[in-house]
């Protein structure tokens, strides 16, 4: 994989970045991506698990698929490629990461501005008054735990299919995408939308799209420059650069 010239000399430069990472980021912690033929979806649809009715059909199910991520993100560490958005955050003057993942490795791995476009396996909350609910409280149960004011179900504070982002949320992601020099668009297949459209709203106004992945994706044809590889590796590799001219 080479890093172009025009890429070497703008992280030389450049005073503001927009970041969107999805599960491909996570992948090298032991993170299952959705859509890779090990994916999590290669075994169950999305439609029968990540969507409100499928929770109301099954609650037992859904939260049983929950309870096994979470363990999962549990025992995970971040790695490599989210340290070094750690790093970007602290070199860089105006720098926002945007996620579409859920399993809180950003902000593990010490990264601050994080905006979560789809909410956080580590919350839940009653599906009726809405209370919040500490992990440490419902995990441990097998079936799906009752909220101990009003009794309702407890579900996971993550966007499902069909549901509106949080509020606020999506909308400073892009006025991020709509400022930044550079965005830089990580370790996700961009099909799912709105998240999926930031590259675009990023490009429309300038900013140079570079696409950190292991293949080719959806929006491949629309980003000025893919570098093919491993986020672990390549990330490390632009920190490089950019450090060698912000020492
Ligand atoms: C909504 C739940 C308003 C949490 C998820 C147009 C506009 C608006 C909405 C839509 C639209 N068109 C369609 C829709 C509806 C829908 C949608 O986008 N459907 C798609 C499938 C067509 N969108 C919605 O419903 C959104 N809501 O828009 O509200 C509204 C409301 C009603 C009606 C209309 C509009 C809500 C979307 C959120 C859905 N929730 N998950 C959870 O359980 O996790 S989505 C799910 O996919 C995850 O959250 C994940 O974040 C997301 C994206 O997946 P990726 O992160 O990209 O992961 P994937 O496995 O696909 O790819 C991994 C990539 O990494 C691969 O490319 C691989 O090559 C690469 N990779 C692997 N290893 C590495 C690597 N790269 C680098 N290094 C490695 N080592
Ligand atoms: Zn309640």
């Known amino acids: 994989m080479t890093i172009s010239i025009k890429l070497r000399s703008l992280l030389q430069r450049v005073k503001s970045i927009c970041v969107l990472t999805g599960a491909g980021i996570s992948a090298e912690s032991g993170v299952a991506t959705f859509r890779g033929v090990d994916g999590l979806w290669s075994k169950l649809k999305p439609e029968e698990l990540a969507n409100f009715d499928a929770f109301m059909r099954n609650p037992e199910l859904v939260w049983e698929w929950y309870n096994y991520r979470r363990q999962i993100v549990h025992d995970v560490k971040p790695n490599p490629a989210h340290y070094a958005l750690v790093r970007l955050e602290e070199l860089v003057k105006e720098f926002t990461l945007v996620t579409q993942n859920v399993d809180n490795l950003h902000f593990r791995a010490g990264?601050?501005?994080?905006?979560?476009?789809?909410?956080?396996?580590?919350?839940?909350?009653?599906?009726?008054?809405?209370?919040?609910?500490?992990?440490?409280?419902?995990?441990?149960?097998?079936k799906v735990p009752r909220c101990s004011s009003c009794n309702g179900l407890i579900r996971p504070d993550v966007v499902w299919f069909g549901e509106m982002l949080p509020e606020g949320v999506f909308e400073a992601a892009t006025e991020a995408a709509s400022q930044c020099e550079l965005f830089l668009t990580i370790g996700t297949s961009a099909v799912v939308y709105p998240a999926a459209g930031l590259p675009m709203t990023a490009r429309n106004q300038g900013a140079y799209i570079v696409e950190v992945n292991t293949e080719p994706t959806e929006i491949s044809h629309t980003v000025n420059e893919t570098l093919l590889g491993k986020a672990g590796e390549v990330l490390p590799q632009l920190i490089t650069i950019l450090e060698e001219t912000r020492k």
Do not use: A, Q
């Open 111 to 142: 990264s601050k501005k994080v905006l979560e476009l789809h909410g956080n396996i580590e919350r839940s909350y009653c599906i009726d008054c809405g209370k919040f609910v500490e992990n440490v409280e419902v995990t441990t149960e097998k």
